[in-house]
């Protein structure tokens, strides 16, 4: 497919810091406890929602809001730094390589009228920790990004026209220009993973998962549930050890996904999972009572592991906790975002 240049636009903004949840400090935290971790509550510093966050390391994340602002997180949480704002577009994933180098994919609001226009999807990116950004205009909405170097990298993009499906695309040239990759016969992805440049995983809603070994020219499925089961969530901590989720299982390798293991899981494909080491997991699952004509919110539990996924521990009940949104850097601590709160986890 051809390569479109997009025109670039340098966007210079001051950032403004906030100290946050030290605003109030009459204002008790609320605490949770589980195994041997206490999660510390706050009110977020800002009235914003969070859609996705990624975290450099436990003193360093940046977070994008649906409202279309970026912000860094600094000293644990502490402080707060509003560093841009794109009052036109939704921002959708945000990617950092390092402390300097990062990635934000945007969207204006979806007009079917006007999908063809030269600014409707966006890519940001900035080379001073964000400081300052670059604007690209890119001819389809990327929902999540993941960058293997400065030049090199990969995204799930959607197109508009006819069925809304989603497929995978790279940039070698910082996100300037962008190639679909159609190499898999996959129906529809939601989530790829890249372990190496050249080595990289995706997943598909029929159950399938495909790895390449030559940056998507070529494809070959290895894992097939049978069942047809939606696959979520594929990431590595390194070159050899990754996971896949499913509904029902959870998969692992440990030789870089030519041979994978199926371990019990003891939640879902759609909750949240994350691990900071080749040992250390942490998933938040919430707890929902039904009835005839609607849900409850309760709570949630968390599972933790220190083997690798092979056994998980499980809290009791944490009522009222509810996060949507997780990371977690190091063994000793983790981030979450739900509803206006920001939580801590800190390792006792």
């Not at 810091?17 to 400090?25: A, T």
């Not at 549930?225 to 390798?253: E, P, Q, W």
């Not at 996924?309 to 509810?322: A, T």
Request: net charge negative; aromatic share 14%; charged share 20%.
């Amino acid at each position: 497919m051809p390569r479109i240049m997009r025109k670039a636009l340098l966007i210079l903004l001051l950032p403004v810091l906030f100290n946050s949840c030290e605003k109030d400090k009459s204002i008790i935290p609320v605490t949770y406890a589980f195994d041997d971790w206490i999660i510390i509550e706050r009110e977020m510093p800002y009235n914003i929602n969070v859609v996705d966050l990624h975290f450099i390391h436990e003193d360093l994340g940046f977070l994008i809001s649906r409202d279309s602002h970026i912000i860094k997180v600094v000293d644990n949480g502490k402080h707060w730094i509003m560093q841009a704002s794109y009052s036109d577009y939704k921002l959708r994933s945000v990617f950092f390589l390092d402390e300097n180098i990062g990635f934000v994919a945007g969207h204006k609001p979806v007009d079917y009228t006007q999908l063809d226009s030269t600014n409707q999807f966006i890519l940001l990116k900035t080379t001073d920790g964000g400081v300052n950004w670059v604007q690209y205009y890119v001819p389809f909405m990327i929902r999540s990004l993941q960058f293997l170097d400065q030049m090199l990298g990969y995204a799930i993009i959607q197109h508009w026209h006819g069925t809304p499906r989603t497929y995978v695309a790279k940039t070698t040239d910082g996100g300037l220009t962008w190639q679909e990759i159609h190499g898999a016969d996959y129906n529809s992805v939601p989530s790829l993973h890249f372990s190496s440049p050249n080595r990289g995983i995706v997943t598909d809603i029929d159950g399938k998962v495909y790895k390449t070994e030559n940056q998507g020219d070529d494809w070959s499925m290895i894992v097939e549930s049978g069942t047809g089961a939606y696959l979520s969530n594929v990431y590595f901590l390194d070159k050899n050890i990754g996971f896949v989720r499913s509904r029902h299982n959870l998969y692992k390798t440990i030789d870089g996904g030519v041979n994978w293991i199926i371990l019990d899981n003891p939640f879902s494909e759609r909750e949240l999972m994350d691990f900071s080491d080749r040992n250390n997991g942490l998933a938040i699952k919430d707890s929902l009572t039904y009835d005839v004509n609607y849900f409850e919110f309760e709570g949630a539990f968390i599972f933790s592991t220190n083997n690798g996924g092979e056994s998980w521990k499980k809290s009791k009940l944490l009522r009222d906790l509810h996060i949507t949104k997780f990371a977690y850097p190091s063994s000793s601590r983790a981030y979450g975002y739900g509803l206006g709160k920001w939580y801590r986890f800190d390792s006792i």
